[in-house]
């Protein structure tokens, strides 16, 4: 037995000490026809470095032996080391064997450094060489999906699929297909798409796509029934909660919305936006405690969002907790312009304090970038009129009638300030 095959049966074994020190007889031992094949098998099992050890003994006695240039270069590309690799692919010559699959090679080498153009000439000299080689229609499909150019990679995977080819690399190229219209816009195409294939026959990841896009034509149902599809499968799968949480809102069932959001936050509970959702819902349920639990949390995950900080201050406003609101908002990073909402919320739980000088001066600030909307502008007109400054009442009032013709009773009340 070959000190190559003995190592394999230790590395089979789980023992991979006695596998290394294999390793060394191996290099000083077995001919060179054994050290290759241990090579192919010890790249297919994923050890690389050992692989990639024998094949550069290997490459200094046979220069000429291309397909050993190759394998280096996936080594090298699996290293990070793309220099490397397009170093090796370059010594291949056109008239190798290996030409062609050097090609491929270098273009998936220059795609994952953004190099997009070089890679695309790279492809299209190999289907130049090989017209009807469906690894290389593939690669340029997935080349053009990866730089946005969408319709080349659908027109790609099209062809594909009109040849037979219904999976390459372990990808489904329906599944690519209808990912590719969706990018393009052409939601219900990209659903049929997804569902030729069978629903129960998708991976996680495609069905987990085609539920956001039963989302976006607004079939509720089915997007429910596909995140929940996803989580069936794998309650581990965290990106599936929200939008589940989201259809659960869009499907008028606050409860399970709410009660996939906890389920959620079990599995994640650094998504600060499974948290802002939550605290929503737990708002609306009455469910005070763990709305307050909720909004802290996703404050102290991202400080920074200023949507958790104003629903945040909201909740204060709600539970009347006045002076923990404003201290609160006076405490926010400022630099630049104040978004207006902080100037109304601060406004707002003034007003109720009574600080009617500092609300009247944060109701103004508000003012210019919140006159276009009713809601502002009927609690401005409450606090004007309150504070007894007609003028401005009447003025604010005829703006809100200008957006909001059928208020009956602010027409009543615009009506009644009129005749005083």
Do not use: C
């Not at 003995?6 to 060179?32: C, I, K, P, T, Y």
């Not at 050992?50 to 090298?76: C, N």
């Amino acid at each position: 037995m070959s000190y190559s095959e003995q190592m394999l049966d230790a590395l089979a074994e789980g023992n991979v000490d006695q596998a290394n020190l294999l390793f060394r007889s191996v290099l000083e031992h077995d001919d060179d026809e054994t050290k290759y094949n241990l090579a192919e098998e010890l790249y297919a099992l994923g050890f690389t470095g050992q692989a990639k050890r024998l094949y550069q003994e290997l490459m200094g006695r046979y220069p000429d032996q291309d397909d050993i240039k190759t394998v280096l270069a996936d080594i090298a590309v699996s290293d990070g080391d793309p220099d490397a690799a397009l170093n090796y692919l370059s010594k291949i010559q056109p008239d190798s064997e290996a030409y062609l699959e050097s090609l491929v090679t270098a273009a998936d080498v220059y795609q994952t450094q953004g190099m997009y153009e070089v890679s695309e000439q790279k492809l299209l000299q190999a289907q130049a060489i090989a017209p009807d080689e469906p690894v290389i229609a593939f690669a340029l499909g997935e080349l053009y999906f990866d730089w946005g150019h969408y319709p080349q990679a659908q027109q790609a995977y099209a062809q594909l699929l009109a040849a037979g080819e219904t999976e390459l690399a372990g990808v489904d190229v329906q599944a690519r297909l209808a990912a590719t219209l969706a990018q393009l816009g052409q939601y219900e195409d990209a659903i049929a798409t997804y569902e030729a294939d069978g629903i129960n026959q998708l991976d996680l990841n495609n069905r987990f796509q085609l539920g956001g896009l039963y989302y976006l034509v607004q079939d509720y149902r089915a997007a429910i029934d596909a995140f929940s599809g996803v989580l069936e499968q794998d309650q581990s799968f965290a990106s599936a909660y929200l939008p589940l949480a989201q259809a659960y809102v869009a499907d008028n069932q606050p409860d399970m919305a709410l009660e996939t959001i906890q389920d959620g936050v079990m599995v994640d509970d650094t998504n600060p936006d499974l948290y802002a959702l939550g605290a929503d819902l737990a708002i609306k349920a009455e469910q005070n405690d763990l709305a307050e639990n909720y909004l802290q949390k996703a404050l102290a995950i991202d400080p920074e969002n200023l949507t958790n900080a104003l629903a945040w201050s909201n909740y204060l406003y709600l539970a009347e907790r006045d002076e923990d609101n404003i201290a609160f908002l006076n405490g926010l990073d400022q630099e630049g312009e104040v978004d207006p909402q902080i100037n109304w919320n601060l406004a707002k739980s003034e007003a109720r304090l009574d600080e009617i000088d500092q609300a009247r001066e944060h109701y103004l600030l508000a003012f210019n970038r919140l006159q276009t909307q009713p809601d502002f502008l009927h609690d401005i007109i409450d606090f004007f009129q309150m504070t007894g400054a007609i003028d401005e009442t009447k003025a604010a009032m005829q703006r809100y009638l200008q957006l909001v013709p059928d208020d009956l009773d602010m027409q009543e009340r615009y009506d009644r300030l009129i005749a005083d």
